[in-house]
């Protein structure tokens, strides 16, 4: 696994960020799949490195770096290759660098050497250290031993910390969620633990520079991270990648990446935020940017702080449009839950032939943008025994808007609704799979236009481009729903009324666009 003697290697001796991609790729091909998994091993492009270590700014005579996952070195190469270029260089650069992998840190250890000669051959004197340990464990008192989050008693001895970290699920009772449970809610994800204590670990005015999944942007497990997180970062800029392969293309990662630039401030309110954005990394060089007030995509008086990323211009207008409707499904008198029936915890009730005492078992694959397809005859149950011991987790046969909660990652639409009404199947009641959610009129029942409107709406392109960039998953959770403006209750019927006969999602957007621009 260590000998990397049989590569050949390109001459790379101007070139550090090469050298240690060259590395990297090599080492990642000579462990398993199972290894590069439990270590988050997802080596960064040399475009992203060099785009990323362009982020760092002069910070005098002396600059300390932290990598606190640093792979191959490939973030560490790329800021280093930055400030020697800076019309000021620092006379003297120290890092700092942290890597699990003991067999990955001996390569790290002979990258770092090979950068520091190439610094020295520029004038720069240039020290390191590798650590072989867990970075948050070995760092959570950071957060949690002196007063909480970003307690003014931290050590914060790094002018940059710069890092693609692991991304993977931990379970609460994880030693590291344990070391960080101020951060931590519900199931956390590693990778918001060392944005956390990286940033605890910043001086004042100190850069923080991270390539990350988007999903700790919004939603419920990433609340309290957000809250203390944006009370001492300032963000100055995001970049966003179209495509959800480009990223990490040869690792066959499938992730909604962003490149996150912020600086440490303990105070701070107002400004600007600069958001970037590129197809992929081949036109990484030629990114498209716009400046946008940061109180119009993070509002740091709102409890859950989500943090918003309309990508373009048309998703700025968008999302400036859609908040200024002052209607809810609360103000409506509407409500939003997730479906009750839990398949392993209903088997006894499930059924693949119905019959008597059989009502139909709605599942995530009958909803289809405006249709409910229902039965499919596939392999899933699609019916539910109607007794007095389930009727706890069936729902009266009513009108209903059905959604799904979760979308597949390259899917057109993030928001996929029909209308379920209710004369449509003969049956007193209804199971809905735990994979939908579903809005409905308490005590009552929704109207067939108020149903087919509400549909008709969420599969929009409009709502589409305001859910995305609000919400960076591919979970549609019934809380993001609940928050999400509507137009007046006159325009939702008149939509509903043209939508009855329309499957189409051209049609769909045509006929919205239309009915919002007439509501003014």
């Given at each position: 696994?260590?000998?990397l003697?049989q590569?050949?290697f390109t001459d790379?001796?101007?070139d550090?960020v090469?050298l240690a991609?060259q590395?990297?790729?090599?080492?990642?091909?000579?462990v398993t799949?199972?290894?590069r998994?439990n270590?988050?091993?997802y080596l960064t492009?040399p475009e992203?490195a060099?785009?990323?270590?362009?982020l760092?700014?002069?910070?005098?005579?002396?600059?300390r770096l932290l990598?606190p996952a640093a792979?191959?070195g490939?973030?560490l190469?790329?800021?280093v290759e930055?400030l020697?270029?800076?019309?000021k260089?620092p006379?003297?650069?120290?890092?700092?660098?942290?890597e699990i992998d003991p067999?990955?840190?001996?390569?790290?250890?002979?990258?770092l050497?090979?950068?520091a000669?190439?610094?020295?051959?520029r004038?720069i004197?240039?020290?390191?250290?590798?650590r072989?340990r867990?970075?948050?464990l070995a760092?959570?008192?950071?957060?949690?031993?002196?007063?909480?989050l970003?307690s003014p008693?931290a050590?914060r001895?790094?002018?940059?910390v710069?890092?693609?970290?692991?991304y993977f699920?931990l379970?609460?009772?994880?030693?590291?969620a344990?070391a960080?449970?101020s951060v931590?809610h519900?199931?956390p994800n590693i990778?918001g633990?060392?944005?956390?204590?990286?940033?605890?670990?910043?001086?004042?005015a100190g850069?923080f520079?991270?390539i990350t999944?988007?999903?700790?942007?919004s939603g419920p497990y990433?609340?309290a991270?957000r809250?203390?997180?944006?009370?001492?970062?300032r963000?100055?800029l995001?970049?966003?990648?179209g495509s959800r392969r480009?990223a990490?293309a040869?690792?066959?990662?499938?992730?909604?990446?962003?490149?996150?630039?912020a600086?440490?401030?303990d105070r701070w309110s107002?400004?600007?935020?600069?958001?970037?954005?590129?197809?992929g990394i081949?036109d990484?060089?030629?990114?498209q940017?716009r400046t946008?007030e940061?109180?119009?995509?993070l509002?740091?008086?709102a409890?859950?702080?989500v943090?918003?990323?309309?990508?373009?211009?048309n998703?700025?207008?968008?999302?400036q449009?859609?908040?200024a409707?002052s209607?809810?499904?609360?103000a409506?008198?509407?409500?939003?839950?997730?479906?009750?029936v839990?398949?392993?915890r209903?088997?006894?009730?499930?059924?693949n032939?119905g019959?008597?005492?059989?009502?139909?078992?709605?599942?995530?694959?009958?909803?289809?943008?405006?249709?409910?397809?229902?039965p499919?005859?596939r392999r899933k149950?699609?019916?539910?025994q109607?007794?007095?011991?389930s009727r706890?987790i069936?729902?009266?046969?009513a009108?209903?808007v059905?959604?799904?909660?979760f979308s597949?990652?390259e899917?057109?639409?993030r928001l996929?609704a029909?209308?379920?009404i209710?004369?449509t199947?003969?049956?007193?009641?209804?199971g809905l799979?735990?994979?939908?959610n579903?809005?409905y009129?308490?005590?009552?029942?929704?109207?067939e236009?108020?149903a087919?409107?509400?549909a008709?709406?969420l599969?929009?392109s409009l709502?589409d481009?305001?859910f995305r960039?609000v919400?960076?998953?591919?979970?549609?959770?019934?809380t993001e729903?609940?928050?999400?403006?509507l137009?007046p209750?006159?325009t939702i019927?008149?939509?509903?009324v043209?939508?009855?006969?329309?499957?189409?999602?051209e049609a769909?957007d045509?006929?919205?666009e239309?009915?919002?621009?007439?509501?003014g």
């Amino acid at each position: 696994m260590n000998d990397l003697s049989q590569i050949q290697f390109t001459d790379t001796s101007s070139d550090p960020v090469a050298l240690a991609d060259q590395i990297g790729a090599a080492y990642a091909t000579k462990v398993t799949a199972d290894h590069r998994k439990n270590h988050g091993l997802y080596l960064t492009p040399p475009e992203v490195a060099r785009f990323m270590g362009g982020l760092v700014r002069p910070h005098g005579k002396v600059v300390r770096l932290l990598d606190p996952a640093a792979g191959a070195g490939i973030l560490l190469c790329g800021a280093v290759e930055a400030l020697a270029e800076n019309d000021k260089p620092p006379e003297r650069i120290e890092i700092t660098a942290y890597e699990i992998d003991p067999a990955l840190a001996e390569h790290l250890q002979a990258i770092l050497a090979s950068l520091a000669g190439w610094a020295g051959g520029r004038g720069i004197e240039l020290t390191f250290e590798i650590r072989v340990r867990d970075f948050v464990l070995a760092n959570a008192d950071a957060i949690e031993g002196l007063g909480g989050l970003f307690s003014p008693g931290a050590e914060r001895s790094y002018d940059v910390v710069i890092s693609n970290p692991p991304y993977f699920k931990l379970n609460k009772a994880d030693p590291r969620a344990q070391a960080a449970l101020s951060v931590v809610h519900g199931q956390p994800n590693i990778y918001g633990l060392f944005m956390a204590i990286g940033a605890a670990l910043l001086r004042p005015a100190g850069d923080f520079i991270f390539i990350t999944p988007r999903s700790f942007a919004s939603g419920p497990y990433f609340r309290a991270f957000r809250e203390r997180f944006f009370s001492v970062v300032r963000p100055r800029l995001l970049h966003v990648f179209g495509s959800r392969r480009d990223a990490f293309a040869r690792d066959a990662v499938l992730q909604e990446n962003i490149i996150l630039h912020a600086t440490r401030e303990d105070r701070w309110s107002g400004g600007s935020i600069a958001i970037s954005t590129s197809a992929g990394i081949p036109d990484l060089e030629e990114r498209q940017v716009r400046t946008v007030e940061i109180d119009q995509v993070l509002d740091l008086k709102a409890r859950d702080r989500v943090l918003r990323i309309p990508a373009t211009q048309n998703d700025h207008d968008i999302m400036q449009l859609v908040d200024a409707w002052s209607g809810s499904l609360s103000a409506y008198k509407w409500k939003i839950s997730t479906g009750p029936v839990v398949p392993f915890r209903a088997v006894e009730f499930q059924s693949n032939e119905g019959g008597s005492g059989y009502v139909p078992l709605l599942w995530m694959n009958h909803v289809h943008p405006m249709q409910v397809r229902w039965p499919l005859a596939r392999r899933k149950p699609e019916y539910i025994q109607d007794v007095i011991a389930s009727r706890p987790i069936l729902v009266a046969n009513a009108n209903y808007v059905l959604l799904r909660r979760f979308s597949a990652k390259e899917e057109k639409r993030r928001l996929v609704a029909a209308p379920y009404i209710a004369n449509t199947i003969d049956a007193p009641m209804l199971g809905l799979e735990n994979h939908l959610n579903y809005i409905y009129k308490p005590g009552g029942s929704l109207s067939e236009d108020e149903a087919f409107g509400i549909a008709a709406l969420l599969n929009s392109s409009l709502l589409d481009t305001w859910f995305r960039a609000v919400n960076g998953n591919t979970q549609v959770s019934a809380t993001e729903l609940r928050s999400m403006p509507l137009p007046p209750l006159e325009t939702i019927v008149r939509i509903g009324v043209q939508a009855r006969v329309l499957i189409d999602l051209e049609a769909i957007d045509a006929l919205v666009e239309r009915e919002v621009a007439a509501c003014g």
